[in-house]
């Protein structure tokens, strides 16, 4: 069903979240069962809604891993969260997720892929080091297409 | 939307075949409007990094559901085949007494032959799941030979005209967020020529000309296609296709079914160029039933081996190379380059060197 509260610019920013939990290769969770990744927004209701639908039609997809879409608030963990505004950096379930925020202006702390608009098109820049330190790993095709960043 | 599959499937007449699979092939990757969460979760990464952030885009493309490709390709031959050992062209060759006449050398002898097919094909989309097309074909052969027949030595035949055109529909069977998959089928119709002429050793004047001169089957024709494209982290695809042929033509033969089976991978070198690796096995048949035009009355009735219909088929086996560079948001251009690694013909045949394709493709 078509989202027309939704700009194309964002519709683009959540399909990279999706692409995001296909490159980037999150540490084996420690349980006998698969456990879904935990994607986590902080964003407006319609793009939570166009995020769900196309995470509903990516898990039923499958065989991969799950997909678990969250509100921040109401989330216990995450490993990926999506940000539209500032949120305390102190909040637990951030503790060791990988932060995707909006815009550079967002200004929020430790985030590891920042969206922004050259060109009339999305890119986004990846800082390497909070992904090391999250023990990450990124295919080398996402980062062909990434401005990549170091922590100053 | 999008789909993919890389597919450019030959035709006709016996070598160089082109088929309106061709037309999905080269449309694979060209791009239509999203809007739906269903439509942006097909994307691929470098498809979605392609996309502008402008509204109107999305009209703009999501307006026309037409489409456009101009398509060349060409193949060259040289060299002789029997099963996958190279014969050298005196042991093809039989230049009279006292030398033993065979079925498996002749007094005629092609060299180099060299086909070039420029292929316009228009497609129509009517909804995400269904599409149509149409393929008409122009094709350009030569062919030099060599004899020991007097003002005959070395001699090249050439003709040219419309081929076989295709139509064919598309349908996607499966769309998910990790694959798609289609099928196409088409049916081929017998508008390009089996009554070429020229001039040959075989008597003065025109007269009629082997079956790799020829410009059509003859036949209706039934080209078949499953494609796979995978959306995930890696970017290949694969193709199963078969050109299936029913019947005899007028000159009472009808080529051999063709099947193939292709992948493709597809690295990125930037957001709009892709180089791409891939092979293709490929097995055809003999020519079914002879056209009794080309026979001589002699001990040995064919003067060539590409007069003997079952001098043709085999299995290839090719690598290839390419790249696809969407040079606008409307506009995309592929070459591809494809050599043969192993060949087992029905020999003697003449040995396929390589094979060339460029296209253009065009979202009106």
């Not at chain 1, 505004?85 to 892929?113: D, F, R, T």
């Not at chain 2, 489409?67 to 029997?82: A, C, H, T």
């Not at chain 2, 081929?188 to 082997?210: K, M, V």
């Not at chain 2, 930037?270 to 092979?279: D, Y």
């Amino acid at each position: 069903m078509e989202q027309p509260g939704l700009s194309k610019e964002n519709k683009i920013k959540a399909t990279y979240l999706l692409h995001f939990t296909k490159y980037i290769h999150w540490p084996a969770a420690q349980s006998l069962v698969p456990v879904p990744l935990r994607l986590c927004l902080d964003t407006t209701v319609v793009f939570y809604d166009f995020m769900a639908d196309i995470i509903t039609r990516y898990n039923a997809s499958g065989p991969h891993r799950l997909i678990q879409l969250e509100q921040v608030v109401n989330a216990a963990n995450c490993e990926l969260t999506y940000l539209q505004n500032q949120v305390q950096p102190s909040l637990s379930q951030l503790s060791h997720s990988l932060l995707v925020v909006e815009s550079e202006a967002v200004g929020q702390p430790h985030s590891g892929i920042t969206f922004y608009t050259l060109q009339r098109k999305i890119r986004f820049s990846i800082n390497i080091d909070v992904l090391a330190g999250l023990n990450l790993s990124v295919s080398s095709e996402l980062l062909k297409l990434a401005r990549i960043e170091h922590n100053a | 939307m999008f789909f993919s599959g890389e597919k450019m499937k030959l035709a006709c007449p016996t070598y160089l075949i082109i088929s309106a699979t061709s037309l999905y092939a080269v449309m694979s990757n060209i791009s239509y409007g999203q809007s739906t969460p269903s439509e942006f979760a097909k994307l691929s990464l470098v498809q979605l990094f392609e996309l502008s952030i402008d509204e109107t885009q999305v009209k703009q493309q999501s307006l026309s559901p037409w489409s456009f490709v101009y398509n060349v390709k060409r193949v060259e031959f040289d060299g002789y085949l029997d099963g996958d050992a190279s014969l050298s062209r005196d042991e093809v060759w039989w230049q009279g007494l006292p030398d033993v006449r065979t079925s498996k050398n002749f007094p005629i002898v092609p060299t180099v032959i060299t086909q070039q097919a420029q292929v316009i094909s228009i497609g129509y989309q009517f909804d995400p799941k269904w599409r149509v097309h149409v393929s008409i074909p122009y094709l350009s052969q030569s062919t030099d030979h060599i004899s020991g027949i007097p003002n005959y030595t070395n001699f090249t035949i050439n003709t040219s005209g419309l081929g076989d055109v295709e139509l064919s529909a598309s349908h996607q069977l499966v769309n998910s967020a990790e694959n798609i998959w289609w099928v196409t089928a088409g049916l081929s119709l017998p508008t390009g020529s089996i009554d070429e002429q020229g001039d040959t050793p075989r008597a003065a004047g025109d007269q009629h000309l082997p079956y790799t001169m020829q410009l059509g089957s003859g036949t209706y024709d039934f080209p078949l296609q499953f494609s796979y494209q995978s959306l995930g982290a890696h970017d290949f695809s694969l193709n199963m296709s078969a050109v299936i042929r029913a019947g005899k033509n007028d000159r009472n033969y009808r080529l051999g079914n063709n099947y193939s089976l292709a992948g493709r991978y597809n690295f990125t070198l930037s957001p709009s160029v892709r180089p791409f690796i891939g092979v293709e096995i490929m097995h055809s048949q003999a020519i079914h039933g002879r056209d009794e035009a080309l026979l001589v009355e002699a001990p040995f009735a064919y003067p060539a081996s590409i007069t003997d219909p079952r001098l043709y088929g085999g299995d290839k086996l090719y690598g290839k190379v390419g790249f696809t560079w969407e040079f606008t948001d409307y506009l995309m251009l592929t070459v591809e380059l494809a050599k043969p690694l192993y060949q087992n013909l029905n020999g003697p045949q003449p040995k396929e060197d390589y094979r060339s394709a460029l296209n253009i493709s065009h979202v009106i």
